[in-house]
């Protein structure tokens, strides 16, 4: 099935460092979402976006809707090590008779060694 | 108030059989999502049900059915399991069918294993 082109597929943090991650797509959307999901438990919303070139921040995570609406960033300011788990972004196109999710491949945060 | 729920957590079935799977959504909310999720993958679009109608699915075989039910609650039904079908199943629900400002909450999923 169709999947969002997330990057990086894995990264490494150390505490107090900020982190970025960005997701594209060959076609346009009119939301962008930004989701985590923690081993064996479902993905919790983060962050909405409905307007192109929109910025929204919930506590120290911010993310762009991009101004082309084929890409979406998060940044994640002062990571802490609850951070850790896989961050996904998934791009809706709502309007007409239905509303579904595209994924990406998702961002795995680990804490570095 | 209590977000969407789904049962069981875990399952394991054999190759051939049969499988229901239960969501509840968040009171209120009135379409209902299912999303198969796949080791290392992100989760990819089943079907979305409102208003106990199908109103959108995705690339998955007949094998795989679903039902809304008056209160909203929603089954997923998937028959003569395949291997291949090993995921977790994630229902998710949102207010309404699509618009702005829907955002879709998940459940914790249920993990299945085909042996």
């Known amino acids: 099935g169709q999947q969002l082109n997330q990057s990086p597929q894995s990264m490494f943090i150390q505490e107090g460092e900020d982190v970025s991650m960005n997701c594209t797509s060959s076609?346009?959307?009119?939301?962008w979402l930004w989701y985590k999901q923690d081993p064996g438990e479902g993905p919790v919303l983060l962050i909405a976006?409905?307007?192109?070139?929109e910025l929204t921040s919930n506590g120290r995570l911010t993310a762009q809707f991009g101004i082309t609406r084929k890409d979406s960033f998060l940044n994640i300011s002062a990571s802490i090590p609850s951070d850790v788990g896989i961050y996904f972004c998934?791009?809706?196109?709502?309007?007409?008779?239905?509303?579904?999710?595209?994924f990406g491949k998702g961002t795995k945060l680990s804490v570095k060694p | 108030d209590a977000g969407v729920t789904q049962s069981p957590t875990h399952l394991i079935k054999t190759r051939g059989q049969h499988v229901t799977l239960r969501c509840s959504p968040i009171?209120?909310?009135?379409?209902v999502s299912w999303y198969q999720q796949v080791l290392g993958q992100g989760p990819q679009f089943i079907f979305q049900?409102?208003?106990?109608?199908?109103?959108g699915r995705g690339n998955f075989p007949d094998r795989f059915s679903a039902r809304q039910f008056p209160n909203y609650s929603s089954e997923l039904n998937v028959n003569a399991l395949l291997l291949g079908d090993s995921a977790l199943y994630l229902c998710?629900?949102?207010?309404?069918?699509?618009?702005?400002?829907?955002?879709?909450?998940f459940g914790p999923g249920t993990r299945l294993t085909v042996l």
């Open positions: 076609s346009i959307f009119n939301t």
């Open positions: 976006l409905y307007k192109a070139g």
């Open positions: 998934a791009g809706l196109n709502y309007g007409g008779s239905q509303g579904n999710l595209i």
């Open positions: 049900y409102y208003e106990k109608e199908e109103r």
């Open positions: 009171s209120g909310h009135k379409s």
């Open positions: 998710a629900s949102s207010k309404r069918l699509a618009g702005s400002s829907n955002e879709q909450f």
